[in-house]
């Protein structure tokens, strides 16, 4: 007697789903996250620069909180000076110093004339929104003066509050949130997902 064999076989609906492989970021979030890094390291470089060149009185920021100076200094503005020598002053230059009447007080204005003495140059000084020179006689202490180089509009207003409580506590708080999120993007990864077999 002859038994008859069949041919083990899989219905249709049962055939086992081949493995998926995970698939990869895409690619606009790799180019998110390279450009994330790179700001953060351009950021570190520039303030350990910044704060290197404040520190060794070789550069000096401070901020414009008046519109004697506008257009060319918006109210709100952070001016950069170099410390230059005072034989390298002339008209037309941006220079900060104190006022001869209120010491404690800074001014950011313009040389309008310079006139040479005995104890060294006395300056002359202006505001470019102002019409008429300012009402004192500036003398350069010392061999220097700050000699503006660079200006960045309103951030004047970010540098002064810092020196505030509020601020300083406001500026801790915003920047352990930007670390913070951007530890989390870079880090993080979407969940791959499990390949899936079903057994015949």
Not at 25 to 44: G, I, K, T
Not at 94 to 104: G, L
Not at 141 to 156: E, L, Q
Not at 175 to 180: D, E, N, P, S, Y
């Amino acid at each position: 007697m002859q038994l008859a064999v069949r041919k083990a076989t899989t219905p249709p609906d049962e055939t086992p789903a081949a493995p998926q492989s995970p698939k990869r970021p895409h690619w606009a979030r790799r180019v998110l996250s390279a450009l994330l890094s790179l700001l953060v390291v351009l950021l570190a470089v520039g303030f350990a620069g910044a704060a290197y060149s404040v520190k060794s009185g070789k550069w000096e920021a401070s901020s414009v909180l008046s519109g004697s100076m506008e257009p060319k200094l918006p109210t709100g503005s952070v001016v950069i000076a170099q410390r230059e020598p005072v034989k390298a002053l002339k008209v037309g230059d941006i220079v900060i110093f104190h006022r001869p009447d209120e010491p404690e007080r800074q001014v950011v204005h313009r040389i309008v004339t310079i006139t040479p003495s005995k104890e060294g140059p006395v300056l002359e000084t202006k505001g470019d929104a102002n019409e008429t020179k300012d009402p004192w006689h500036v003398r350069p202490d010392g061999d220097t003066a700050w000699i503006v180089r660079h200006d960045v509009p309103y951030v004047g207003y970010v540098v002064t509050s810092i020196h505030t409580e509020t601020g300083f506590r406001v500026l801790l708080g915003a920047g352990a949130l930007l670390i913070v999120g951007g530890t989390v993007v870079l880090l993080w990864r979407p969940k791959k997902p499990t390949p899936q077999t079903t057994t015949p």
